[in-house]
């Protein structure tokens, strides 16, 4: 073949090969673009709906609402509706308690909600078989100030022991776990700044809730020594649930579906504790201090058993009346014996 025809020949291919890429580019190029679903655009009125389930007691938090749009035709007098010209709602809600289950998503009413100051608040506050008992507190005992109404606390007991005439031994220990705070002196809601910050403040009480057990041993722990708060961090609990969960005291039924452990052990999470207390001596700090109760000497017991036979003596011989005999006053004993 002649070498013209040749070369002819295989830039027509060439040709043709780069004419039917650029063909295929531009026929693909200009396909129909896909359609992109569109999410729809909610309208309607907004109102306030709970981010999660709220059960009776739960003091209301800047994120247990939002607002979400609401069908007009479903709108109910008792909600909290956004209005433009008016005074924001949410102001209202926080360090409110609930006094009705709120589901999730669901809108939050005037009448499930209860406000600080309004008969029933405190008692709305507490969950079911539970107490409510007041403890003073100072700003060294009370963590400086930075307790607030739903955080949770360990209460410190401090004391004396005598035991005879030596030096008495020192000793702190935990005795009560996971407390939570309802409320510092009459205020539930903690005070906050321009920028909704929690701010430290001065108080003499804390009102923290309990079981009827735990607020008899914390009346007598009052009369013993000192009380003093210990603010708990927020995994505490699950780390201490998991422990019990791993050593069998904490043990779930056979059966339970996934939802019904899950509200066992959210309220196993938020019970209080009196177990077995933790403590320390002031032979712990220090080694000029004693780590063992003082020993009783015998004539500490020697003095107190005739301070309790003279109790006993004067309850035998009963009362003294006095006898006037011709102007001379008698005392005369109504011995019992």
């Known amino acids: 073949m002649d070498r013209k025809k040749v070369i ?3 830039c027509a291919l060439l040709i043709a090969a780069v004419t039917a890429f650029m063909a295929r580019s531009m026929f693909a190029g200009g396909s129909a673009p896909k359609a992109v679903a569109q999410k729809p655009v909610p309208t309607g009125p907004q109102v306030i709906v709970a981010t999660r389930a709220l059960p009776v007691g739960t003091i209301i938090t800047a994120d247990s609402f939002r607002y979400q749009p609401w069908p007009k035709e479903l709108i109910e007098e008792a909600y909290f509706v956004k ?3 008016e005074a924001d709602a949410t102001e209202q809600l926080v360090g409110t308690v609930v006094r009705n289950p709120i ?6 009413t005037h009448g499930s909600l209860v406000a600080p100051g309004d008969r029933g608040f405190l008692a709305a ?10 403890v003073p507190v100072s700003a060294l005992t009370g963590v400086s100030g930075f307790v607030f109404p739903g955080d949770r606390v360990d209460l410190v007991l401090t004391q004396n022991v005598a035991g005879g005439a030596g030096q008495p ?3 702190s220990e935990t005795v009560i776990r996971n407390l939570r705070v309802l409320a510092t002196d009459q205020r539930a809601t903690p005070t906050v700044d321009d920028k909704g910050n929690s701010v430290p403040s001065k108080y003499k009480l804390v009102t923290l809730e309990v079981t009827p057990r735990i607020a008899e041993k914390i009346a007598v722990a009052q009369t013993i020594g000192t009380l003093s708060l210990s603010l708990r961090s927020l995994a505490d609990n699950a780390a201490e649930l998991e422990m019990a969960l791993a050593s069998g005291d904490v043990k ?3 059966g339970a579906s996934a ?3 899950e509200k066992i052990l959210a309220s196993i999470q938020k019970q209080p504790t009196a177990g077995p207390s933790t403590y320390s001596t002031g032979g712990d700090v220090s080694r000029f201090q004693r780590s063992t109760p003082p020993a009783v000497t015998p004539v500490a017991v020697a003095t107190e058993a005739i301070r ?3 109790q006993i003596d004067k309850v035998r011989r009963g009362s003294v009346v006095r006898v006037s005999r011709g102007g001379t006053v008698e005392e005369v004993s109504m011995d019992r014996r």
């Open 8 to 10: 002819l020949l295989v």
């Open 103 to 108: 589901t999730a998503g669901q809108p939050i």
């Open 252 to 254: 779930l039924p056979k």
């Open 83 to 85: 209005k433009e010209g």
């Open 125 to 134: 506050a507490l969950g079911p078989g539970m107490r409510a008992v007041s």
């Open 169 to 171: 031994l020192k000793v």
């Open 259 to 261: 939802e019904e452990e």
């Open 308 to 310: 309790i036979e003279k």
